[in-house]
């Protein structure tokens, strides 16, 4: 009996350690297949890293669209703000009437410094052409269609997320006057301060840029009206900040615009010339407003 016992007993041992042995084995294979690649490896517990966009430029504009101009003046890609013509029209004395229309950006106020100074031609021109009707003797009454009148518009030369520029073309019309009275102006903002840009911001100070200028603009000017278009005596195009007041920025180049009779006869009307950005290489202030313009253009 007790050889019985002890024989069962052994017999038993001998299954339970040989069931343990092989749960170990199928233990320790299962880890080994998942580490190799092979089988099911669990989601990790940590939470993911998600990283942070990194912060844009602060503009006082809301980001939007602006559409294609025809000839490709505006900058590529999204801008701050977008364009909707507003105008303005009425009669003046019953003898004048004037039209015009200038540019706005879209989702801020009237009241915002970029609007106030995109309106701010036309409402000196509107200004102006009121106060003379008011000094012309002799009024005449009757339809207004028949009178003096005032027209003019702004076109938006560039708009990006650093600058706003435009130029306005007018035109006067007095009853019983031989020629028309022309009239050309502009504006550029800096968008990140509101405020209105000179051309001479745009340049290092001290840098002969007005000379660079004057000697690229009256190139073109011969390429467009001939040698004897111009002056003879080159009037109009002197190293001066004011001959060069009225321009207009795009992605390759800066137009300048000139009144009438400024650097050549009626006939030419108010002319441009425009002076490509990689021919001032070296001059624009590659931390001014424009300085994108230059280094893109280089």
Known sequence: MTCGRVCIWTGVSAVLMGTLLLV?????DGREMVANGIGHTPEPTEAPVVEEPEAKPTSSLPEGTIPESDDGGFAPGTAHGSVYVDSMAGTVGGAGSYDLSHPQLDGLGLDHPVNVA???PTEAMR???VAAMSERSGEESGEANGGDSLRGSG?????DDRLVSVVYEFRIEWSG??????????VLVDLQTGVEVSLGDLFVPGSPWLETIGFFARQDLVARLGEMGLWPDGRGLEPE???YSVFGLTVAELVVRFDRYQVAPGAAGTPDA???WASLAGL???????GHLAVSAG
């Open 284 to 290: 624009v202030d590659p931390d001014g407003p424009a």
């Open 155 to 159: 076109k938006v030369y560039l708009l």
């Open 24 to 28: 170990g084995c199928a233990a320790a």
């Open 177 to 186: 006057a031989a020629g028309v009275d022309d009239r050309v102006d502009s």
């Open 127 to 129: 200004a102006e052409f």
């Open 241 to 243: 900040a004011s001959n």
């Open 274 to 276: 425009t002076v490509r």
């Open 118 to 120: 995109l309106r701010r």
